[in-house]
């Protein structure tokens, strides 16, 4: 029996899946999309906390973390964030910028799917949810077998995306497709993730979930300003998920409590000009009270500052510039925003996602070993590569 066929099967309704779709179809593809889930593009709706951050004003290859860090240039130069800005005022979507480039829809993320939807469904895309795919083959054409029966395309595109959130339906689907394929895959690991402290040393961090403050973490020469959140188990917010896509398991962050100032010199000041104050009173002048009480616990100890000398001061200071901190690990995928790794981008060709090796088979978004910072920056690589495998079905 001839099964119906496809100019191309993409499996994944997430961002990168329904903008490719929505982008072939326009250019009068035949398309059908596929996910195992019954409702697309849910990573979407949980994005931003429900705002979506669905691009970066300022976007560039220095944002993305890969084996080979030029590969995700050729995509993003050819479909920019002002593309996709330009989309959603077309489609009447309010945004703002939230801070560092970040933009977020003003109402909500449901826009950004629906917009998404809508693109797909004027393309005469056809999508089926809540169907798992069983097997994929290759002859002449790729025949892909569902629980809802066999299809045959000429192009197939991988868009399941990485392993953050299981529960929401994050499988290592296209990973083993593309193994299967032939294409290496670089190591996966949680990204943009809490970090988790255990055991007596740091006891103390214990009592100060929801403290919040200015930091720079860093992890050699990366960087990043924003803010640091304890939790109940460890160390979140901007800046530590930042660096944790970057830390390597076992490897230790550098936390800098005082960014852009010295505190020896603003411990000797004081100690000059305030004597008889205590260390706890004047760390709490720029740190949360209750982190300067923390940290203030013995072996350091709470002092008259007027009566500590210079080197005590000097191993304070350290402690609140140069705090190094090595993670027992990470609250892992549960948690990630993102996966670390993925399809080997050695496999692939920059310029429109397909495999080098396997004539019509493409990888796209997140599964790709293409990770992006905190900011827009995840989107925008769904929408780029996306953007560019559907300009080559
Ligand atoms: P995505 O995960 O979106 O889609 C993959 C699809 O494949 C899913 O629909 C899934 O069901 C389907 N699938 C998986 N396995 C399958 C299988 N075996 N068979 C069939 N279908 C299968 N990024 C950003 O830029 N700004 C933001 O604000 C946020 N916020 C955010 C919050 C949270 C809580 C998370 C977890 C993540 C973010 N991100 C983000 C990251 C962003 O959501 C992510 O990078 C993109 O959704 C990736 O798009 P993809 O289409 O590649 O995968």
Excluded at 105 to 123: F, T, W
């Amino acid at each position: 029996m001839a099964h119906k066929h496809y100019d191309a099967v993409i499996i994944g309704a997430g961002a990168a899946g329904l903008f490719c779709a929505a982008m072939a179809g326009r250019r009068g593809k035949k398309i059908l999309v596929l996910d195992h889930v019954v409702e697309p593009g849910a990573k979407i709706l949980i994005s931003g906390g429900g705002r979506c951050n669905f691009t970066n004003a300022k976007v560039g290859g220095e944002n993305f973390i890969s084996k080979n860090p030029n590969f995700c240039k050729s995509a993003l130069a050819s479909f920019k964030p002002q593309d996709f800005i330009a989309l959603v005022e077309a489609h009447g979507i309010k945004y703002h910028e939230k801070k560092l480039g970040q933009l977020f829809c003003d109402n909500s993320a449901k826009e950004i799917l629906a917009m998404l939807l809508g693109l797909c469904s004027a393309a005469g895309v056809e999508l089926r949810t809540g169907h798992s795919v069983t097997e994929i083959s290759k002859a002449e054409h790729f025949r892909v077998e569902t629980t809802a029966g066999t299809v045959e395309s000429t192009a197939l595109v991988l868009a399941t995306g990485g392993l953050s959130i299981p529960k929401m339906g994050a499988t290592g689907f296209s990973y083993e497709m593309a193994r299967k394929f032939g294409l290496g895959i670089v190591e996966t690991r949680p990204g943009l993730v809490p970090l988790v402290f255990t055991g007596e040393r740091w006891a103390w961090m214990q009592g100060l979930s929801g403290v919040s403050f200015d930091s720079i973490a860093s992890h050699g020469k990366r960087k990043f300003r924003e803010n640091t959140l304890f939790t109940h188990r460890g160390l979140s917010g901007p800046a530590i998920l930042q660096i944790s896509s970057y830390l390597p398991p076992g490897g230790a962050l550098v936390l800098d409590m005082l960014p852009g100032q010295d505190a020896y010199e603003v411990l000797l000041e004081r100690k000059a000009s305030r004597k008889k104050a205590e260390l706890k009173t004047v760390l709490g002048e720029f740190l949360p009270a209750r982190l300067a009480h923390a940290l203030l616990q013995p072996p350091l100890g709470n002092h008259t500052i007027g009566d500590m000398p210079n080197k005590a001061l000097r191993n304070t200071a350290e402690m609140i510039n140069r705090f190094t901190l090595t993670p027992a690990g990470t609250e892992g995928y549960a948690k990630a925003e993102v996966t670390v790794g993925g399809v080997d981008t050695d496999g692939l060709f920059s310029k429109t996602m397909g495999a080098r090796e396997v004539p019509g088979l493409f990888v796209i978004g997140e599964a790709v070993d293409v990770t992006g910072w905190l900011g827009g920056y995840n989107f925008q690589w769904a929408w780029s590569s996306g953007h560019s495998a559907a300009l080559a079905l």
